[in-house]
């Protein structure tokens, strides 16, 4: 037994004992998705339902298990703030219960490192340590070195199932304050069948990709289609926020060599991953791919180093001007801004960059129009019109810079359904964007 394992032997604690290091009105934060640590969260929840401590608050940028935090029996005792509503945490956000806090993805290791005040508590859910005393946050790396540089103290929940990923994700049992171990199959996410407008609109996109490019593709039908449709291209790299499965198939199928890239060649590059059991498998001690904190994953002056960047994201609804609302149907909160005005300025930035952003051009069955005169009261502007690069429906794909506001209303109208044009076109005229 080595230095290493007798640190884990004397910290290792039921996760009873290890919630007992959470005090009355701790803020405690971890990382994005998987890395939620269940146990612990689980015993902290019980602690506040006893009423033995009241004020503590789980901070998280997208809470996927819908952890106990969320129980409105716990209000006031352990309360959920979101960083990116969504998953779990986006009824709860909706109806009021809790509250988010507004970001780009890339921003929020420095709001922990310099503008939240404090952070008592950081905890997350981990890979089994190794002979060297490390333990990586498997499925995430985007906050991790900001927040446990900022915690006080460091609550670990050793699962025996969490794929031990490369990168810049590690704690050393040397940090730890206390752990408790686990064995549970991690959260998996199976993409939905592509349908036929996915495909259709994923083809678009996918004829503008060149060989050599780097890419990034959100999350949705339209990007998973992106993704299976590039498996002709040559030598394509990954520099993503999100890794997904349609991006292991690429790598499998030879598309993805990631040997063009100019920086972490041969290396894949993301900042979060949730998938299926196939994509975890594939990762779980894989040298070619790394997890890294996402102020470097979604830095668009790291994206733009990359010759030929191609980002892909969706959106909620487009207007006129070219405004790009993606996370808010009017006043009601849906998502967040996430990393996609990230990549679209690092897609700008790029020589030979394409940033697309794709949706349906209709909702509700083809009765609501998705392409509006202006945005639907209320709603978020997420990407701005100065940097909307391309737009994509099933019925055109157009590209925006350099155009004028009469042309790019003139184009945006185009990716309209028909029954739509003729009063998109009176309205734009009212405007005075079509002269």
């Not at 709001?111 to 950081?122: A, G, H, K, M, N």
């Amino acid at each position: 037994m080595n230095k290493f394992q007798e640190m884990y032997l004397a910290k290792r604690k039921t996760p009873e004992e290890v919630a007992m290091y959470v005090k009355s009105g701790d803020i405690c934060a971890c990382p994005t998705g998987l890395e939620e640590p269940t146990a612990i969260c689980d015993a902290i929840g019980e602690r506040a339902r006893k009423g033995e401590i009241t004020g503590v608050m789980h901070h998280a940028t997208l809470s996927v298990k819908g952890g106990v935090f969320m129980n409105p029996e716990l209000k006031g005792k352990y309360d959920y703030v979101s960083w990116f509503t969504g998953g779990a945490g986006r009824k709860a956000v909706q109806q009021g219960y809790y509250t988010y806090i507004p970001n780009n993805y890339s921003t929020i290791p420095g709001y922990w490192r310099e503008i939240q005040p404090r952070l008592d508590v950081f905890y997350a859910e981990v890979s089994p340590m190794d002979k060297h005393g490390y333990f990586t946050c498997g499925m995430s790396g985007a906050e991790v070195m900001a927040m446990k540089s900022k915690a006080a103290i460091i609550l670990l929940d050793v699962n025996d199932k969490m794929p031990r990923v490369m990168g810049n994700n590690f704690i050393h049992i040397s940090e730890v304050t206390a752990l408790c171990e686990s064995s549970r199959e991690l959260l998996t996410l199976e993409a939905a069948p592509l349908t036929d407008m996915d495909k259709k609109i994923g083809q678009m996109i996918a004829d503008e990709v060149p060989d050599g490019a780097t890419i990034q593709l959100g999350i949705g039908g339209i990007p998973n289609a992106v993704g299976v449709l590039l498996q002709d291209k040559k030598d394509l790299g990954i520099h993503t926020e999100m890794f997904t499965d349609s991006m292991v198939d690429l790598i499998e199928c030879g598309a993805v060599t990631n040997m063009k890239k100019p920086i972490n060649v041969g290396k894949t590059i993301s900042t979060l991953a949730w998938g299926t059991k196939k994509m975890y498998d594939y990762m779980d001690d894989n040298p070619a791919f790394e997890m890294h904190p996402v102020d470097y994953t979604n830095d668009p002056y790291v994206i733009g180093q990359h010759d030929h960047f191609i980002s892909v994201n969706a959106c909620v609804e487009i207007d006129l001007f070219g405004q790009v609302c993606a996370e808010s149907l009017g006043t009601l909160h849906y998502s967040g801004s996430g990393g996609q005005v990230d990549f679209v300025r690092g897609a700008n930035i790029s020589k030979g960059g394409k940033g697309f952003i794709a949706m349906t051009s209709t909702a509700k069955g083809g009765t609501i129009s998705k392409i509006k005169p202006v945005l639907t009261p209320g709603s978020i502007v997420t990407t701005s019109k100065n940097e909307v690069d391309f737009l994509v429906t099933e019925h055109n794909i157009v590209r925006l810079k350099g155009q004028t506001a009469s042309e790019r209303a003139k184009m945006i109208i185009s990716l309209a359904a028909p029954q739509f044009r003729e009063e998109l076109e009176f309205e734009a005229k009212k405007m005075n964007l079509i002269i």
